[in-house]
């Protein structure tokens, strides 16, 4: 691992994880689709073949990749989204003093970056140039076959696969194939998150029946955080798994933070782009307007924003349902959209103007992320009426968005006890048609905060075996300050266990293989291939420095918690050699010599017993 | 929070938490029960009655407390034991130089506990001087009354209330009275571990009727740790909650240790004889007698140990099953037997002096903890034969333990994925009559080394949610070292949220109430009461403090994640302010008006949407 600088002193940490290679697998179906994986090759002593690991942290992990963050990244998807022939550069919008809060002559503080694609491209002639289009029909992009190489990890079908879950439902393949995301895409079921203009971005897919993904939401705010903080943050949230990127920047600067963003995320980026525009009437929300949210969406479509938060089941009606709640509204953007509401006494207008939105959608293919602004904030404010009659909603929003040929999925709470998660993923799925679902944690207490990664990763790892499919982290900040460098990793590594562990549950095929590989590498002391194969291999290699840092120590047989003599790894190996050498075999014949020996005792030891114990 | 120095040397953390204070409420029944809580009090703009909350901590968190490392705690219990006339004091055992460790003429490093009470007290004339026997004979104890007031923090019988929860068929009542604590204590579905050689610790019950509890493994290693160390961690684990402390010491100066630890304990101390046992036969699990064993038994009983970890279901028979896992036998004291009975070919000794073991806890009150040896070291080892063959041993030799008084709880796993937690429950409840659960995590994936705090608190949730009574922590440094005190910290806590996590979901009438008083806090803006009633009050200051230090933060209507402009809770506010004036009046009639308006509006909204929408 290595700080480099970029040229404009952004610094971002580059290089691969330990003992882990980059490597790129490449598609049968398409010759330029090379799916990006890292490796990790295991001790000799192991005799197995390299363990790979699903990837997200695009060419910063790469030792061969060239890295200029005042370039950007390179436009991995440009000539396929070219090649579909129904796309067009024009001028664009140009970017005004407000987009980056500021009026007048004022000068931002953050510099334009400075590789901007002064021409972005849109849909030609009112076309729908979304994935789900394509799908339905019946086209397998590119897109589609880099995903359905990335899910398998680059596997074969598994022969003889025996399937080890409860799936509550889902339709999870032993393999995935590009017509089996194609079907998905076009059912409904997932999403591939692709701005036309967001070519730097990695194809992956948010769906019940692929493996459960994680969202880190970064972003400066008025009070802390400059972009290079951010991109920092963007590129270190990937390098630990994050599979999506929020920038929920607010503040000053937001257009210029945002396209430093765009430009160097190798995953996809989503926002709420009612942040920006309450900017843009310098946070006052009434005086937000239609006109002013809607040029606020072109803007961030033409930069590349993937997918966009929009709060459009904050209808009016049910504001009042959130008047005797112990913490009424805390989405940020449900209660902006409350206070217009009830100022006006309209109707939100992302609701009203839904269909002129999804026609925004589907020209750059932004895939809708239904916020759910009335979420509870609380415990006692869980699986209310406000969050039910939102989701309702949202509802008929995913299928008013679907017959435009618009990517939908659907945001989920917030704070939940245990027994009332299950009937939130069962109810979205049956409200809204199996749409995706992609939830904030959900926490399962209050009384936690500075540890609220652990109170919602309980919640997430639930509901992502129920079915969600992407979790969006939270933070040991959550409740108390702004996440720094630090918290993004442990939040990100809490919920990446988190969603492994829902995939485990649910059986999917690609799980268990890595949680054995960490196992047999536990039981056979190859401590270096266990730090390896583990989600973060410097604190595992770290916490065992502390008590034992001797370099022997990564080959000893036992650690520090039980010593040498209290090994019980040690003592079954031994156990296992003892009884070998009695049978003089392996295993095998160890198993039935130890078998008979004992069965014999069993009748013994049953008569030893029984005059004792009564 | 101070750091005092014991006269010899031995510093421990004193002092209340912040905004706390330690109260004794007393019992209607007996006058002489006094039951320690700790109390928060809450800003008085609040309005809000201080809220109870149940501590484990002792005296050190009483800062009129007189606390000596070198006398111990005062002896709470000793009166209640002696009144009911039916102990004796004896000489007690000789402590040998094996028991710490020595051979000859060495002296122990540690020394010996200055104030040790020479004189143990036993049953007399082969009594059963168990709160099992108390309660089967219709005798409501001190200690079961103590339970009692603690377990409802004190407050009356809730009139009228609603229970939100799923609790799987346990029967947790509204208002825990002395004869519930004694009828759940006769149908050994709760055990309150006390034995009658400590009476320092301060009752209280594992039961799946009670509170979730959780426990704290401390203990120094061949490799690393002193016994100051360890007496800070048992003090500094009940500080942050630990219910009960696991005296996991190995090596030298184990005898010596577990009397300072003893002695200075509020909390039930449990162990594993088998480490020490093992100790004194220099390490060579074949050398292992049973006459070595009941020596061990007998010293610990005589120290005041509370329950023992004893793994008598690790039979002969059993383990051949394991031959075949990814992991073998993770347990220590499992290993051992099993080495033990491979050696001899025969049948484990607790096994087959299962009877004699049981004399022994019952003519102290020690609480048998039967160990699961034969747990799943891995998500590939989860529910196998091996784990489950033991556990039906468990359950037989629950029921002999019981014909002879004694209390009972049973040790679970281990490393299980979501989706085969429930069934563990469900087995253990049905194999095992009901006898209390006490589970090691289950972790549930392999993969994060480092985090495994998390991985375990995951699956510790659900399954206490699901009825286990007491969750063993583990430490960040779960599978890598030696936890320090900042990891026993993380543990507690982690451990304290998935136990109230799981009492949340189970619906018990005490639980969401702080909760409740977290979320009004925050929503007000009470910044120090959120804090001071959150499990970890000074990491969720010091987190808030990381970006808002100045003191009129504390007092801010917004924080550094969304900024004023931003901030959910406080245009909530303003949109109740806004909602009360424009309707003359207060919540009730914003909520009316509200509703009328938004009624109104919907026929409208419903029309002006839905030609856009098509």
Redo the contacts between chains.
């Keep these: 691992m290595a700080d480099i600088q970029s040229r404009i002193e952004i610094p971002v940490t580059t290089g691969p994880l330990p003992g882990s290679a980059k490597i790129y697998v490449p598609s049968d179906r398409f010759p330029d689709v090379k799916v990006a994986m890292r490796e990790v090759a295991l001790d000799p002593s192991a005799s197995e073949p390299p363990v790979r690991i699903y990837d997200p942290s695009g060419p910063y992990t790469d030792p061969l990749a060239d890295i200029d963050i005042a370039r950007g990244l390179p436009p991995l998807r440009r000539a396929w989204t070219l090649a579909r022939g129904d796309v067009e550069e024009y001028p664009g919008r140009d970017v005004q003093p407000e987009d980056n809060g500021m009026s007048g002559r004022q000068q931002p503080e953050v510099a334009a970056f400075p590789n901007v694609n002064l021409m972005p491209l849109r849909a030609r002639g009112g076309a729908a140039v979304t994935q789900l289009a394509y799908a339905r029909r019946g086209i397998v992009t590119p897109e589609m076959e880099y995903v359905a190489v990335r899910e398998n990890l680059g596997r074969a079908a598994l022969a003889g696969h025996v399937r080890d879950?409860?799936d509550f439902g889902a339709s999870i393949p032993d393999h995935v194939t590009g017509e089996f995301v194609r079907d998905e895409i076009a059912r409904g079921r997932a999403i591939i998150p692709s701005n036309i203009n967001h070519p730097e971005c990695e194809p992956m897919a948010i769906g019940r029946n692929f493996l459960v993904k994680i969202n880190a939401n970064i972003g400066n705010?008025?009070?802390?955080s400059s972009v290079a903080e951010e991109v920092d943050k963007m590129v270190w949230s990937t390098r630990w798994g994050a599979d999506t990127v929020m920038d929920l920047s607010?503040?000053r600067n937001i257009h210029n933070t945002r396209e430093w963003i765009v430009r160097n995320s190798p995953v996809p980026i989503g926002t709420v782009p009612i942040?920006q525009a309450?900017e843009k009437v310098g946070?006052v929300?009434e005086d937000l307007s239609w006109a002013i949210y809607r040029d606020t969406l072109i803007e961030q479509a033409e930069q590349g924003v993937d997918y966009f938060t929009i709060h459009a089941g904050v209808?009016?009606?049910?504001?009042?349902l959130?008047?005797?709640r112990?913490?009424?509204?805390?989405?940020?953007g449900?209660?902006?959209h409350?206070?217009w509401c009830?100022?006006h006494?309209?109707?939100n207008f992302t609701?009203?103007?839904?269909?002129?939105i999804c026609e925004i959608m589907r020209a750059y293919d932004i895939s809708f992320s239904l916020g759910d602004g009335l979420r509870p904030?609380?415990?006692?404010?869980a699986n209310d009426a406000a969050q039910f009659a939102e989701l309702d909603t949202l509802g008929e929003l995913t299928k008013?968005a679907w017959e435009r040929d618009c990517q939908v999925m659907i945001e989920g709470p917030g704070h939940v006890?245990?027994?009332k998660i299950k009937v939130n993923m069962e109810k979205q799925l049956a409200v809204c048609g199996e749409a995706p679902f992609y939830t904030l944690g959900p926490l399962?207490?209050?009384?936690?905060?500075?540890?609220d990664?652990?109170?919602s990763?309980?919640g997430a790892?639930?509901i992502g075996?129920f079915g969600c499919a992407m979790l969006c982290y939270v933070t040991?900040?959550?409740?108390?300050?702004?996440p720094?460098r630090d918290d993004v990793k442990v939040g990100v590594?809490?919920y990446?266990?988190?969603a492994?562990?829902?995939d485990?549950?649910?059986?999917h095929p690609s799980a268990?293989g890595?949680?054995?590989a960490?196992?047999?590498a536990?039981?056979d002391f190859r401590w270096r291939d266990?730090?390896n194969?583990?989600?973060?291999p410097e604190?595992?290699l770290?916490?065992?420095d502390?008590?034992?840092p001797a370099e022997g120590a990564k080959t000893a047989h036992f650690?520090?918690?039980?010593?040498?003599?209290?090994?019980?790894?040690k003592?079954?190996?031994?156990?296992?050699e003892?009884?070998a050498k009695q049978n003089g075999g392996g295993?095998v014949d160890?198993?039935a010599g130890?078998?008979a020996?004992?069965?014999e005792?069993?009748e013994k030891?049953a008569e030893?017993?029984l005059p004792?114990?009564?």
Tied chains: 1, 2.
């Design positions: 879950g409860e705010s008025a009070v802390a607010t503040g942040y309450l946070g929300a209808r009016l009606a049910y504001i009042h959130t008047a005797k112990v913490t009424g509204i805390v989405s940020r449900g209660s902006i409350a206070k009830l100022a006494h309209k109707e609701y009203t103007h839904f269909a002129e904030g609380s415990i006692a404010d008013i006890p245990m027994h399962t207490t209050d009384i936690a905060p500075g540890y990664h652990i109170t990763g309980i790892a639930m075996w040991p900040k959550e409740h108390l300050g702004l720094d590594i809490t990446k266990l988190a492994h562990a829902a485990l549950a649910k059986g268990q890595r949680d054995d960490v196992s047999r536990r039981f266990q730090f194969l583990s989600l973060d604190t595992a770290k916490y065992h502390e008590t034992l650690c520090s918690m039980c010593g040498p003599k209290f090994c019980s790894m003592i079954t190996q031994e156990v296992r003892y009884a295993f160890a198993d130890m078998a020996k004992s069965a005792f069993l030891g030893i017993y004792v114990g009564r």
